[in-house]
């Protein structure tokens, strides 16, 4: 039996109930802490007015006292009681023998007492402690009053900027609430907040890595079929003619499979070479040797064209790893001597410059227009398709694998028209990317 979802609650509700709830909490701790400091402040003030008065009854005849209905009086000379309110005409002098504050309890009442002595008359004068509570809570009221008066308008005035500060979040749920699995175009919501901005840019980066990731995977079997369907009919009609006893159909059969293991190992190359898998393996690597052993594992095919290569330029380090740099500079060379004719010439290069390493190669081959050039990375698209002049076969992916090793090393490459004639690539590596 399938229970229904808890009901979330939001950050906007739980951050203004926080907040709320730390300030009511302040404003009872300041309650009880100005109840103290009031209480005992008053009682100071209190006191010192005990003091006073009684200072000027003892000096003042009785009969010119006058009517207290807040102070109870008694006064003694010696033994004798010259003056006494009601309330205190059981209290014995005994008890009151010299100068002191008390907090007594006369006939049921509180009283806050204090003992005057001058000679030999005694005044004991009482003020009822009730009244000091009154007063002290008459202060707490009219200090808190406007604190709690003001208390719903903070609240909206917190919910409100609650809600306002959380806002590009809001957006941002809604947002992705109504987006479709397969709309992976850049978040409409902005934000200049810390902490959202971020979140926003790392959404925005992920979209177009899955958006890559699905062309990838949706176009992947349209194109490989497209690509293997030649071969796989050629070596269809080349084995027909073989089973009629054409002998010369198994030659063709062997060019056809070794195109089609081309075009396998292609794929696979353009699948292993994802740009995120690939940093952590990263070391140093001198790109004069990689360049050097690159030459050397392609010379067979340059010296049977008969090829003139050279090669110029200072060791040049920076970080990467073998498999990544020997395809994307083997592709390269590669397509140099395929597409230079017999007896062309192939120039490499290293520069070094500011905080760039170039890697530089042209050839006196037939080069590209402006619109090959722009095509030149898609995938399986080949520069004049089969009918090139040069008849080579391929699978039009080593382009396509290149753009995503310079995608790895968060380089660049520039194509244009080379001295030679044909076509010359640059591939730049950013030093302090590389060496950081």
């Given at each position: 039996?399938?229970?229904?979802?808890?009901?979330?609650?939001?950050i906007n509700l739980r951050l203004t109930l926080i907040i709320l709830s730390c300030l009511v909490l302040t404003a009872f701790m300041a309650l009880l802490q100005g109840y103290e400091t009031s209480f005992n402040e008053a009682e100071k003030q209190l006191d010192q007015q005990l003091v006073s008065l009684s200072q000027v009854l003892i000096e003042t005849p009785v009969a010119a006292w006058p009517e207290q209905n807040e102070f109870y009086a008694k006064l003694w000379q010696g033994t004798d009681t010259i003056y006494s309110a009601a309330l205190l005409k059981s209290t014995p002098h005994e008890d009151f023998l010299k100068s002191e504050f008390r907090t007594v309890n006369v006939s049921g009442k509180r009283l806050r007492v204090y003992v005057e002595q001058k000679g030999d008359k005694t005044l004991l004068?009482?003020?009822?402690?009730?009244?000091?509570?009154?007063?002290?809570?008459s202060l707490i009221v009219s200090a808190m009053t406007p604190l709690v008066l003001i208390m719903p308008f903070l609240a909206l005035a917190i919910a409100?900027?609650?809600?306002?500060?959380?806002?590009?979040?809001?957006l941002l749920s809604k947002e992705l609430q109504f987006r479709r699995a397969n709309?992976?175009?850049?978040?409409?919501?902005?934000?200049?907040?810390a902490e959202v901005a971020p979140v926003i840019e790392?959404?925005?980066?992920?979209?177009?890595?899955?958006?890559?990731?699905?062309?990838?995977?949706?176009?992947?079997?349209?194109?490989?079929?497209?690509?293997?369907?030649?071969?796989i009919s050629s070596l269809k009609v080349n084995l027909h003619n073989v089973a009629s006893?054409?002998?010369?159909?198994?030659?063709?059969?062997?060019?056809?499979?070794?195109?089609?293991?081309?075009?396998?190992?292609?794929?696979?190359?353009?699948?292993?070479?994802?740009?995120?898998s690939w940093q952590n393996q990263f070391s140093a690597k001198d790109l004069l040797s990689v360049t050097q052993q690159i030459v050397a594992d392609n010379y067979a095919k340059i010296d049977a064209k008969n090829h003139l290569i050279s090669l110029q330029g200072d060791s040049a380090t920076i970080q990467g790893c073998d498999f990544t740099l020997n395809t994307l500079l083997g592709n390269l060379l590669s397509n140099a001597v395929k597409y230079t004719p017999q007896g062309g010439e192939i120039k490499l290069a290293l520069i070094n410059k500011n905080n760039q390493i170039g890697w530089?190669?042209?050839?006196?081959?037939?080069?590209?227009?402006?619109?090959?050039?722009?095509?030149?990375?898609?995938?399986?698209?080949r520069v004049g398709g089969d009918k090139h002049p040069s008849g080579e076969k391929g699978a039009g992916?080593?382009?396509?694998?290149?753009?995503?090793?310079?995608?790895?090393?968060?380089?660049?490459?520039?194509?244009?028209?080379?001295?030679?004639?044909?076509?010359?690539?640059?591939?730049?590596?950013?030093?302090?990317?590389?060496?950081?």
């Open positions: 039996m399938s229970t229904a979802p808890a009901k979330r609650l939001s004068l009482a003020e009822p402690v009730n009244k000091r509570f009154a007063l002290i809570e409100w900027y609650v809600r306002r500060a959380l806002k590009p979040l809001t709309d992976f175009t850049q978040l409409k919501t902005r934000s200049e907040d790392r959404m925005n980066s992920l979209f177009k890595k899955v958006e890559a990731a699905y062309l990838r995977e949706r176009y992947f079997a349209s194109d490989a079929a497209h690509e293997l369907k030649t071969p006893g054409d002998m010369h159909g198994i030659k063709a059969m062997e060019l056809g499979i070794a195109q089609l293991n081309h075009i396998v190992e292609q794929m696979l190359t353009l699948a292993r070479t994802e740009p995120d530089r190669i042209e050839d006196s081959g037939p080069g590209m227009t402006d619109e090959q050039i722009a095509r030149v990375f898609d995938r399986f698209y992916l080593g382009m396509a694998i290149v753009q995503q090793i310079i995608a790895i090393y968060h380089a660049k490459i520039e194509l244009s028209r080379a001295s030679l004639g044909g076509l010359m690539v640059t591939v730049w590596f950013n030093k302090e990317s590389d060496e950081n």
